[in-house]
């Protein structure tokens, strides 16, 4: 199984609102990512989590907050978004944050903030 | 000067063709190499690693120069299905291991 989840796969919010954005791996994968990514742009690194612990927060704004419950699960809640936030959000995981590692993506959340 | 740079493109090519793409990187430290392939809408998928002797799957080639500092991919018999954006993602050096993708080129295969 190389298969990372996420849901929902569309969401459409307010600036108000709080949500969260899920994502799911069974691979054993100790290492998990949070990326952004707007139209025709590659994608940007935001949150880096090892061995559930956060290792790598790219200067990422509060009102992104990443949270992982357990070594198969990595959440990402979303408080008083702006339209600029709307994007592509991916998630990722690989074997561990050595460096080397292939890492595999989920199908992404795009978001619409209005 | 960008960490990882690749030409945008598009490059617009006719089925049976055969195309390269390079992606130049800046930091002599980076441990591992990987192209990525990404169609419209969807997520990235791994195409291939790269490796210092080189390695081919099929019609893919892809070649690591460390002394210039540059990855190449080559697509031989070029397929309509191969129409995508194709995402170059250097990792490693200098202590860091922080991903580092290249903005993407585009491929274009037409009939």
Known sequence: ?114 | RKEVEQDPGPFNVPEGATVAFNCTYSNSASQSFFWYRQDCRKEPKLLMSVYSSGNEDGRFTAQLNRASQYISLLIRDSKLSDSATYLCVVNGGGGSYIPTFGRGTSLIVHP
């Not at chain 1, 919010?13 to 799911?24: I, Q």
């Not at chain 1, 590659?42 to 612990?53: D, G």
């Not at chain 1, 992982?68 to 995981?93: G, K, R, T, V």
């Open chain 1, 1 to 114: 199984d190389t298969e990372v989840t996420q849901t929902p796969k569309h969401l459409v919010m307010g600036m108000t609102n709080k949500k969260s954005l899920k994502c799911e791996q069974h691979m054993g994968h100790r290492a998990m990512y949070w990326y952004k990514q707007k139209a025709k742009k590659p994608p940007e690194l935001m949150f880096v989590y090892s061995y559930e612990k956060l290792s790598i927060n790219e200067s990422v704004p509060s009102r992104f907050s990443p949270e992982c419950p357990n070594s198969s699960l990595l959440n990402l809640h979303l408080h008083a978004l702006q339209p600029e936030d709307s994007a592509l959000y991916l998630c990722a995981s690989s074997q561990d944050e050595a460096g080397a590692e292939t890492q595999y993506f989920g199908p992404g959340t795009r978001l619409l903030v209005l």
